[in-house]
């Protein structure tokens, strides 16, 4: 069984450099924007997907098995979010995740949510995974329906609400690079006002 973290709601930790927090549904384009991101800004990058698979590989089961179990076991994303909080309190990092910018508002220094139709999203997954549309289809259709329920349930968050996001990026409205230009703008602006202090790491 995994540790139950606390839910209190993070609002302060030690950490040294800037934290980005890029957030999203599958299929969005928020682990392409993230790496490069971080990779231009020469901070590290962290996906919570990744934290999510590498617990699915522990307990032995495949993702969307994990994610039907996270639906009545909130231990399963406490656990994402305990490791996650590891990560982001040491700063220097830019973090792609659909929840993290809820859990990390009162510390990230800059929320960034990217978006577009449901349909070019599941287009998307089907070229990048080989996967036929009606799969890819009933495959995001249950990971966001099971994301909705799960962290309204577990922490009130509602994820159709954008309003803490400082930027939000339609990828269907812009091509990669001119999206990509909006973010990275964005996120220098951001970390050209802090201190030598908050920007170190």
């Known amino acids: 069984m995994l540790n139950m973290p606390s839910r209190a709601p993070i609002k302060s930790c030690d950490k040294r450099g800037p934290l980005i927090v890029i957030s999203g549904p599958p299929g969005a384009g928020k682990s392409t924007y993230?790496?490069?991101?971080?990779?231009?800004l020469g901070l590290r990058y962290h996906s919570s997907g990744?934290?999510?698979?590498?617990?699915?590989?522990?307990?032995?089961?495949?993702?969307?098995?994990?994610?039907?179990?996270?639906?009545?076991?909130?231990?399963?994303?406490?656990?994402?979010?305990r490791r996650m909080l590891e990560i982001a309190c040491k700063g220097g990092v830019v973090i792609d995740s659909h929840v993290a910018a809820w859990i990390l508002a009162g510390i990230a220094d800059l929320l960034v949510y990217v978006k577009a139709?449901?349909?070019?999203?599941?287009?998307?997954?089907?070229?990048?995974?080989g996967k036929s549309l009606d799969e890819a289809l009933e495959e995001v259709i249950e990971r966001e329906v099971s994301h909705w329920h799960r962290f309204r349930r577990y922490y009130g968050v509602d994820t159709l609400d954008l309003t803490i996001f400082h930027l939000v990026?339609?990828?269907?409205?812009?091509?990669?690079?001119?999206?990509?230009?909006?973010?990275?703008?964005?996120?220098?602006?951001k970390l050209a006002k802090q201190t030598p202090r908050e920007r170190s790491f």
């Open 117 to 129: 139709p449901l349909m070019v999203r599941v287009e998307r997954i089907a070229r990048r995974d």
């Open 34 to 40: 993230a790496k490069r991101l971080a990779e231009d």
């Open 169 to 189: 990026v339609d990828t269907s409205v812009y091509d990669i690079e001119e999206a990509y230009k909006l973010i990275k703008t964005a996120a220098e602006m």
């Open 50 to 81: 990744s934290i999510f698979r590498a617990i699915a590989r522990e307990m032995g089961i495949d993702v969307m098995e994990l994610n039907r179990r996270a639906e009545s076991s909130p231990e399963i994303d406490l656990e994402v979010e």
